[in-house]
């Protein structure tokens, strides 16, 4: 079992930054995928980002590719996603999960067997 606790959200200004955490419980964190989504209101949750077991490899939705990046420090057990030149249409509830299988990254939401309690990010115009 994996408990997941995000933090760093909050309000921003477009075209400012933030980082988001996402500290993990258990001595199994390092073997685990973490990805990163999203959900906006009245929107499905959506893949943001993704970074399997040894950090050496990430994936990006397209829609954040070159704005955001997705780091892990496993001594740590914490993820994060850096977050810049952010939009208002980046606003939404964000969420940190952990897939058992480390070696490789799935992109939709059921391949993640662990969750967060989300972290809400808002961009004011």
């Known amino acids: 079992q994996v408990q997941l606790v995000e933090s760093g959200g909050g309000l921003v200004q477009a075209g400012g930054s933030l980082r988001l955490s996402c500290a993990a419980s258990?001595?199994?964190?390092?073997?685990?995928?973490m990805g990163w989504f999203r959900q906006a209101p009245g929107k499905e949750r959506e893949f943001v980002a993704a970074i399997t077991s040894s950090g050496g490899s990430t994936h990006y939705a397209d829609s954040v590719k070159g704005r955001f990046t997705i780091s892990r420090d496993n001594a740590k057990n914490t993820v994060y996603l850096q977050m810049n030149s952010l939009k208002p249409e980046d606003t939404a509830v964000y969420y940190c999960?952990?897939?058992?299988?480390?070696?490789?990254?799935?992109?939709?939401?059921?391949?993640?067997?662990?969750w967060g309690q989300g972290t809400q990010v808002t961009l004011s115009s």
């Open positions: 999960a952990a897939d058992r299988l480390g070696t490789i990254i799935r992109t939709p939401a059921p391949g993640y067997s662990y």
């Open positions: 258990g001595r199994t964190f390092s073997s685990y995928t």
